[in-house]
Structure formats: structure tokens, C-alpha cells
């Protein structure tokens, strides 16, 4: 298998990896989530390892992509993350929604 191909197959393991993690972050509860929390990051640690390795600029549009992606998961995380500290009930019919439209 060429350098290129075995790029695309390792990111793309890692980038749904990530993704998949990072729904199931919405959608559950601790102690589950803090597994779930480090395969994410067990996913985010590969793709800056594939990405150290590579500095094509039509790859690099994809990790770019990658990233903007991971970060629209970020309200949801803050969302939840308020309801813990100051002690209000967070709707998870809207982080599901969200969460489904996102990886839509």
C-alpha cells in the first residue's frame, strides 16, 4: 500500500473515531464517559501524528476540516459543562438533536 492510501485509511479511522467518540460524549453519563473521553483523545493524538508526518497542502485542507468539525461540538460541551457548575437541569433532547446534526 503507497504512503498516500495508508495516510487516507489512518485518518479516516481516526477522524471517525474522534467523531464517534465525540457523540457518545454527548449522550452519556460518567463513569462511561470518561472512557469514552479518552478514546477520543487516543483519536486526536493519532491524527496529530499522521498530520506531523505529512505536509502536503492538499491533505492539510482535511485536517483543517477535521478540526472545524471537532469544534462544533464545543457549545454542547460548554452547555452541559454550566449545568454541572451552577446546578441546572440541561435538556438532553436538544443535545441529541444537535448531536444528530452534527454528524449528519
Given amino acids: 500500500m ?16 474522534v467523531l464517534g467518540m465525540l457523540f457518545l460524549l454527548q449522550n452519556t453519563n460518567p463513569p462511561l464517559f470518561y472512557v469514552f473521553l479518552v478514546i477520543m483523545h487516543l483519536g486526536i493524538a493519532s491524527l496529530a501524528l499522521i498530520r506531523s508526518g505529512y505536509n502536503n497542502s492538499k491533505i492539510k485542507k482535511n485536517f483543517v476540516n477535521a478540526y472545524i468539525t471537532f469544534a462544533l461540538f464545543l457549545p454542547i460541551l460548554v452547555y ?22 452534527l454528524i449528519a
Avoid: A, M, P, Q
Avoid at 498516500?4 to 485509511?9: F, G, M, P, Q, S
Fill in 2 to 17: 503507497s504512503k498516500d492510501k495508508r495516510l487516507i485509511v489512518v485518518f479516516s479511522l481516526s477522524y471517525f473515531l
Fill in 80 to 101: 452541559k459543562l454550566l449545568g454541572l457548575i451552577f446546578k441546572y437541569d440541561v435538556n438532553e433532547d436538544i443535545i441529541k438533536t444537535i448531536s444528530f446534526i
